[in-house]
């Protein structure tokens, strides 16, 4: 067992991680800008980062820092670069002063997006093309992260938010579905992402295993997110009248949206010697958990 540095671990993501990675056995120092964090330090300045390391000496770094909003990084640019690749930055940097292989040097465990895939999929990890800021600052993160040989898992996720004030694409569903909102669901926007348990499990291996290299984290499958809604709407036996199957073309948003980020995981799944999960196997478990809320 380890110690781990999450950075980013007041999050979405980082709400199910740490808890996951301390009932594994490891030793967790979860960071973030408030208080009450294990490790509080602003991620993007580089001296605090390189301190914070040289002093706890972890096995492992987890980065899941980002600016996650699409439409916000395609408006204030700055904000988008500085979490999504200058604090991928200041990590590496902060990596590469811990000295080399006879000294310690922590294992980078990068968390990036399928947001940087355009065209038909399924994608495979080289098929690199961002279509806006977001993706192309999370590109330049990868970029930054591969130069310590960390383990890049491109990525998209869902399931319930453990994590206050953040709410997952399942969450906003299953609400609605319970509420019966009208909401509208594209039938033209296609993905493979998986059910937020399984991508801490992908992290856990990546952390014991150390791959290093880019890898599509996802379902060996996809599905448009209105064949997601409905077949979520059915696994929890919900009405599904509410919702409106419609094109991504019925919404004007500030940033464009890739349509189709379907993932090839043959890569992830030899490097973490297992078989990834198939959309029906991740939305059935999606159902489980709200049904046992
Ligand atoms: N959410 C998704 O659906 C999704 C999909 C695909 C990929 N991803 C990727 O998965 C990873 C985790 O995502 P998430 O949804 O858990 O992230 P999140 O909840 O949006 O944010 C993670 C944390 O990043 C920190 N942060 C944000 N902006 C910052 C800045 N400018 N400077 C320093 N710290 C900043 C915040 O921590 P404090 O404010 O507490 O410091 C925040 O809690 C990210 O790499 C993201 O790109 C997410």
């Known amino acids: 067992m380890s110690k781990v540095i999450v950075f980013g671990a007041s999050g979405l993501l980082g709400a199910s991680l740490v808890p996951m990675l301390r009932a594994r056995g490891h030793t967790v120092l979860a960071q973030s800008r408030g208080p009450g964090a294990d490790l509080c330090l602003d991620p993007s300045d580089r001296t605090l980062v390189a301190a914070g390391l040289a002093e706890h000496r972890p096995a492992a770094v987890v980065n899941l820092v ?30 590469d002063a811990c000295g080399g292989e006879q000294s310690f040097r922590p294992h980078l465990v ?20 961002p279509i806006n800021v977001y993706g192309l600052s999370k590109y330049t993160g990868e970029l930054l992260a591969a130069r310590v ?22 969450d906003w569903l299953v609400h609605s579905l319970r509420e019966k909102t009208p909401i509208t669901v594209f039938d033209d926007v296609k993905f493979s992402a998986i059910h937020i348990d399984t991508m801490c499990d992908f992290i856990v291996r990546s952390i014991e295993l150390r791959p290093a290299g880019i890898f599509n984290a996802g379902c060996r499958d996809g599905i448009s997110k209105a064949g997601f809604a409905l077949a979520l709407a059915r696994a929890l036996d919900l009405p599904s009248d509410n919702v409106k199957v419609g094109t991504s073309a019925d919404m004007t948003l500030k940033a464009r949206r890739p349509l189709d980020m379907t993932l090839q995981v043959a890569r992830l799944e030899a490097a973490l010697h297992l078989q990834c999960p198939s959309m029906l196997k991740e939305i059935e478990h999606t159902a489980k958990e709200y049904l046992n809320d």
Do not use: M
Request: proline share 1%; aromatic share 6%.
């Open 110 to 129: 990068h968390v990036s997006t399928d947001q940087i895939y355009d065209g038909a999929g399924p994608h495979a990890e080289k098929e690199v093309h």
């Open 149 to 170: 040989g960390a383990t890049i898992l491109r990525s998209n996720f869902y399931g319930r938010s453990r994590c206050a004030g953040r709410v997952s694409f399942s």
């Open 66 to 95: 980002a600016a996650t909003n699409v439409d916000l990084c395609e408006t204030q640019t700055e904000l988008a670069w500085e979490a999504n690749a200058g604090v991928v930055a200041a990590i590496a940097d902060g990596i």
